[in-house]
Structures are given as C-alpha cells and as structure tokens.
C-alpha cells in the first residue's frame, strides 16, 4: 500500500468517526457558543442550503438596487456581491424573554453590477451609464430581529422571525469605481471618483442605507427559512 492511499483510508476513518459522535448543542443563553457555533457554519450557509429553500448569499445576486436621495437618483442592475463567506460575526445573542435575537458582524464587501445615475452627488452634479464597482473594508453590521414562537407539523417549538432592523457602519473605507461617468470624459470622470473616494465616509454615511436594503433582507430571509425548516431542540437547548 502505497502512502497516498494509506493516507486517504487514514483521514477517511477519522471523518467516520467523528461523523458518529454526538454534537453537542448550545444552550440559547450561552452566547459564546451559539456564536462559535455560528461562525463555524457560516461557509455552509452563505453557499445556499437547496434543500430547504435558502439561496447563495456568497456570491449573493440581487436585481437591481436603487437610490433616489439627496438629489441623486442610481439604479443599479445585475449585481453580484462577495465576502460574506469571511464574515466575522461579533454578537449572537438569543434573548427568550425578550423574544428577540441580536447579531452583528464585520465583513470586507465586493460589489459590482451596471448602473445609471443622475442629479447630485453630494456638491456634485453626476451623470454616467457603465460598470459600477464598490469595495466595502471591513463593514459592520448589527441586526436585530424579533420573533414568536410556533410550531412545526408535529407539533415542536420553532422559532419564526417576525422583521428586522439594522445600523450599519463602514469602518476601514470604500472604493469606488465607475466607468463612462460624464459621456466618458476622463477629466470630469477622474475628478468625480477622486471626490468620491476622498469622501467614503460622508458618501457611505448617506446613500448606505439604500445600498445595504436588499442584501440585508436576502440574509434575514435566509435565516427565517433556516429556522423554520426544524424543531428549535435541533439546533439548541432552550
């Protein structure tokens, strides 16, 4: 036998082992494991779970996003948005009596899709039809999330999320890039994203909200869907 398959038959009876022995669950009120536990199973989870409904939130796709603010007036198509598959998570608190969870995370984002703007940009008039392209460096998030208790079809406790809110903060900067601003005027084009990206606070500050909206509501359904697809006593005691 050679030492690449004995070492394959090696890490195939470790797996088979460990596969065997009982996970231990959390208790709802320990939130230093449910967070260890939830970090652990982010990859699982941005990649999608098909086989109870929830979709790829790494890479995540949305539509179309669009902001209508402060005089300007972006949308933005066909966007693909990477990154949450590094999130760090910071808070993950279940509180019973409250019925509410609390979670945060840190987590450098990629976004990129085809956009349309017009009107303001701050102090700015802006004007452009191109490729859109926005990194995030290390954006803070923090949810939270009311819920009820139900039941599932044999009669178990779940946990169903009700709604959501959130504050964000974008910690470490941004970039921008946009291509044809201005009928590809490089001059007007170079002074705009240079003014832009001088002014990643102010700019995240205000516009972030729209911009954030739809791919925090796809993570809040993902988790929804999560929840409501197995009795409460599977995931934690409680």
Known sequence: MN???????????????FSELPVPKCKLSDSNCIRSSAQG????????MPDIGTEPLDVMH???????LAGLKLVVNDISIKGLRKANLTKTDVAM??????VAWDTDIFMKGHYKASGRLLVLPITGDGDFTLKLKKLHVDMT???TM?????????????SYKYKYEVM???????T?????NKVLSDTMLRFMNDNWKIISVEFGGPMLEKPNKKIYESIKTYLRSQPLENIAEY
Request: contains cysteine; charged residues 20%; hydrophobic residues 45%.
């Open 3 to 17: 030492s690449i398959t004995h070492l394959i038959i090696c890490v195939t009876q470790i797996i088979i082992v």
């Open 41 to 48: 199973a982010i990859p699982v989870f941005t990649a999608g």
């Open 62 to 68: 949305v539509d179309n996003i669009k902001v209508d």
């Open 97 to 102: 009596e409250k019925k509410q969870i609390a």
């Open 145 to 147: 999330i009311p819920f």
């Open 150 to 162: 139900a039941k599932t079809s044999d009669g178990k406790d779940m946990i169903d999320l009700k």
């Open 172 to 178: 470490d900067g941004a970039n921008f890039q946009l």
């Open 180 to 184: 044809n601003l201005f009928n590809g």
